[in-house]
């Protein structure tokens, strides 16, 4: 089973900017989605954004299109999330996921692999 691992994550005012790493430990199948989610201590897991492997088209949460980049570096086995004009509420552990495609990229259930998270802080 493909193993993930997020790095990346830190402490930024209300405005700056992260970029997010997902680092594969072997190639993903291309008819593979990769997905980015964050969650808040007592909120529930929420998509972030994602991209299908096979050709590289995103989707992102309303909350976050406009802010919030996917792109990928395949020979390093990459997926990057660039975050711009970062919000307090933007604030949670991000975690990456791959699994097979199914049409609903950003619903948790669709994944089967998952990183182990990074932190993001946000303040006002």
């Known amino acids: 089973q493909v193993q993930l691992v997020e790095s990346g994550g830190g402490s930024v005012q209300a405005g700056g900017s992260l970029r997010l790493s997902c680092e594969a430990s072997e190639t993903i199948p291309f008819r593979n989605s990769l997905g980015w989610f964050r969650q808040a201590p007592g909120n529930e897991r929420e998509g972030v954004g994602a991209?299908?492997?096979?050709?590289?088209?995103?989707w992102y949460a309303d909350s976050v299109k406009g802010r919030f980049t996917i792109s990928r570096d395949k020979p390093k086995n990459t997926v990057y999330l660039q975050m711009n004009s970062l919000q307090p509420e933007d604030t949670g552990m991000y975690y990456c996921?791959?699994?097979?495609?199914?049409?609903?990229?950003?619903?948790?259930?669709?994944?089967?692999?998952w990183g182990q998270g990074t932190q993001v802080t946000v303040s006002s």
């Open positions: 996921a791959t699994g097979p495609w199914v049409g609903s990229p950003l619903a948790s259930s669709a994944y089967t692999s």
């Open positions: 991209i299908y492997l096979g050709s590289d088209s995103t």
